[in-house]
C-alpha cells in the first residue's frame, strides 16, 4: 500500500516532467527552423548586394562607354575589334591607336557579350585610372594598352576574389597579385572578371550568386570551366587577352568548347601569390595560371611579357627563366606523340578526328609523327588526381558550402562527399562488378587515413611522374598531340559526367 500511494505521488510529476520536456523539444526544434531560416535570409541578402554591386559596375562602364562615344563618335569599333593581339599592340605601340579608343571599344564589346552570356562577374573601375597612368608613362611595356579579363580568384586590390563563394563575398583584395602588378607594369589594362563555377571544381560555370554562363557560340551549352567566363567573353569578342588558371582542365577545356586557344605553363611558371583558391595546399595536383586568346601568338606575348624580371623579384618562388624566344621560332622539325583516345573516356568521332587531321598537317609540314600511349590513364584519375583532392573524404572542399547554397550542377558531388567513409567504401565494394568506374569513384572519395597513406600516395605519383618521363624519353618526344573534351556540352551536363576530365 506504501509503495502504491508514493507511485500516485510520483505519477503527476511524471507528467509534468514529460510535458515540459514536450515544451522544451518543441520550443529547439521551432528554434533551429528559425535559425536556419534567418540565415537562409542572410545568403539571400548577401547575394542580392554583390548581384547589385555588379549591376552598377555594369551601369557605370555602360555610361562611361557613351560619354567616349559622344566625344568620338568616328572610332572605327569592328576594324579594331578584328585586329589579331600583335597587330593591336604593334598599333599601339606606334601610335596610331589611343589606348583610351582601345579600351572603350572593348569596354563596349563586352557589355553586349555579357548581356548575351552573363560572363562577367565585374567591371574593374580602376582600369580608368591604369589608363591615365600608362598614357604618361614614356617606356611602353611589351602590352602598352592592351585590355586584359582576368578571371575571378585573381587578385586585384579593392576587388573579390569570390570563387562563386558567399562566404568570399566580404573580403575585398587589399592589394593585386603579383601578376596584375605585373600585367599593369607591362602596360596592360586590367578591366573585367569574369564569371566561374561555384568552389571552382568543374567544367561548368555557373554559381547561385552570378548565375549560368552561357556558351557565345551556342547559347544551349557550357563555355567550360572553370575559367568559363573568360572562355564566354573572349569567344563573343569582348576580350583580346585573359588570364585563367587550370588545375584538372579548367583553362583547356573552355578553350575546347568555345574554339580559343590556351596554355597551361609548368606549375610554378607564373607566380600564385594573391591568388585565392576555396582549397589551398594541394600540392600534389598544384593550380597554375595561364594566358587565353585566339590565336596562339597571343599566348606566346602574354608569356613573354610575364616572364620578365618584375615576375621573378616580385615573387622569388618563380624561377628567373625567361621566355625562350629561340625555341619557339625555330623551324626544326619535331617529333610529336599522338593518340586520339586514352582508354579511359570515350570521344565523339569529331574530337578523334580533329586529331587525325592535325596529325597529317604537322606531317606534310615535315614534322615525325609517333604513335604514343598515355600509361594508365584510369589509375592516374581516380587514385591520384581524385584521391589527392578528396584526401580528407571531401570535408574540407564541403567546408567551403558551409551557409551556402550548392548549385545544382554540383549536388552530385556534394551529396557523394556527404556520405559517412564506410558507406562510400561499402557502395564501391557492392558496385564494383557492374559499375567499376562508379565504384573507383567512390572509393577515392573515402580519402586517406594517415600520414603514412599519404606520403605513400606522394610516392605513387613520383613514380608515375618518373615512368612518363621515361616513356616520353624512349620515344625521344618533343611535343604530344592528343584529343580534348569537346564539343561544348549542354548545360547542366558536366556536373554529371565529372569523370571525363581524363582530357
Avoid at 18 to 39: D, F, I, Q, Y
Avoid at 93 to 101: I, V, W, Y
Avoid at 107 to 135: G, M, S
Avoid at 462 to 471: P, W
Wanted: aromatic share 6%; hydrophobic share 40%; with cysteine.
Amino acid at each position: 500500500m506504501m509503495i502504491q500511494q508514493q507511485l500516485r505521488q510520483l505519477l503527476p510529476e511524471r507528467k509534468v516532467d514529460t510535458s515540459a520536456a514536450l515544451s522544451l523539444l518543441g520550443g529547439s526544434v521551432a528554434a533551429l527552423v528559425v535559425w536556419k531560416w534567418l540565415g537562409k535570409k542572410m545568403v539571400q541578402k548577401k547575394m542580392e548586394e554583390a548581384r547589385r554591386t555588379r549591376d552598377e559596375g555594369l551601369k557605370k562602364m555602360a555610361k562611361a562607354v557613351q560619354q567616349f562615344r559622344e566625344q568620338v563618335p568616328s572610332v572605327q569599333r569592328d576594324a579594331i575589334l578584328s585586329l589579331p593581339l600583335l597587330e593591336l599592340t604593334a598599333k599601339l605601340q606606334e601610335g596610331s591607336l589611343s589606348p583610351r579608343t582601345v579600351l572603350y571599344t572593348y569596354l563596349e564589346k563586352a557589355l553586349e557579350v555579357t548581356q548575351e552570356t552573363n560572363c562577367l562577374r565585374h567591371f574593374i573601375p580602376e582600369c580608368e585610372q591604369q589608363l591615365q597612368e600608362i598614357e604618361g608613362h614614356k617606356e611602353k611595356g611589351l602590352l602598352y594598352g592592351i585590355p586584359v579579363s582576368i578571371k575571378d580568384h585573381i587578385g586585384h586590390k579593392g576587388q573579390l576574389a569570390t570563387c562563386g563563394l558567399v562566404q568570399f563575398l566580404g573580403t575585398l583584395m587589399e592589394e593585386d597579385s603579383v601578376l596584375v602588378k605585373v600585367l599593369k607594369r607591362q602596360g596592360a589594362i586590367p578591366f573585367a572578371m569574369t564569371n566561374v563555377p561555384q568552389s571552382l571544381f568543374s567544367y561548368s560555370c555557373s554559381n547561385p550568386i552570378f548565375g549560368q554562363t552561357l556558351n557565345p557560340l551556342n547559347r544551349q551549352r557550357s563555355p567550360g570551366g572553370s575559367s568559363g567566363g573568360e572562355g564566354a567573353l573572349i569567344a563573343g569578342g569582348g576580350s583580346v587577352l585573359g588570364v585563367g588558371s587550370d588545375m584538372g582542365g579548367s583553362i583547356r577545356l573552355p578553350c575546347s568548347f568555345c574554339g580559343l586557344c590556351g596554355l597551361k605553363p609548368t606549375a610554378g611558371r607564373l607566380s600564385l601569390s594573391g591568388v585565392t583558391g576555396p582549397v589551398n595546399g594541394i600540392l600534389a595536383v598544384p593550380c597554375a595560371l595561364g594566358p587565353m586568346a585566339r590565336d596562339v601568338d597571343s599566348l606566346a606575348l602574354c608569356m613573354k611579357a610575364l616572364l620578365c624580371q618584375e615576375m621573378f623579384q616580385l615573387d622569388p618562388t618563380v624561377p628567373p627563366i625567361p621566355f625562350n624566344e629561340q625555341v619557339y621560332s625555330s623551324s626544326t622539325a619535331l617529333r610529336v606523340g599522338y593518340y586520339d583516345t586514352d582508354g579511359y573516356f570515350p570521344l565523339p568521332p569529331c574530337m578523334r578526328r580533329a586529331v587525325k587531321e592535325t596529325r597529317r598537317a604537322l606531317q606534310a609540314a615535315g614534322h615525325q609523327l609517333v604513335l604514343f600511349s598515355p600509361p594508365r590513364v584510369p589509375y592516374v584519375m581516380t587514385e591520384l588526381f581524385m584521391k589527392t583532392f578528396f584526401a580528407d573524404g571531401g570535408h574540407t572542399w564541403l567546408d567551403v558550402f558551409t551557409g551556402d547554397i550548392v548549385d545544382p550542377g554540383l549536388k552530385p558531388q556534394v551529396n557523394s562527399c556527404k556520405m559517412p567513409r564506410l558507406v562510400k567504401k561499402l557502395l564501391a565494394l557492392l558496385l564494383k562488378p557492374l559499375f567499376p568506374r562508379l565504384a573507383d569513384y567512390l572509393s577515392a572519395l573515402a580519402g586517406m587515413r594517415s600520414v603514412k597513406e599519404m606520403w605513400n600516395h606522394h610516392h605513387q605519383i613520383q613514380e608515375y611522374r618518373a615512368q612518363f618521363i621515361a616513356q616520353w624519353k624512349e620515344l625521344q618526344l618533343d611535343v604530344v598531340l592528343c584529343p580534348v573534351l569537346g564539343p561544348a556540352f549542354t548545360t547542366g551536363y558536366p556536373g554529371k559526367l565529372l569523370t571525363s576530365i581524363s582530357r
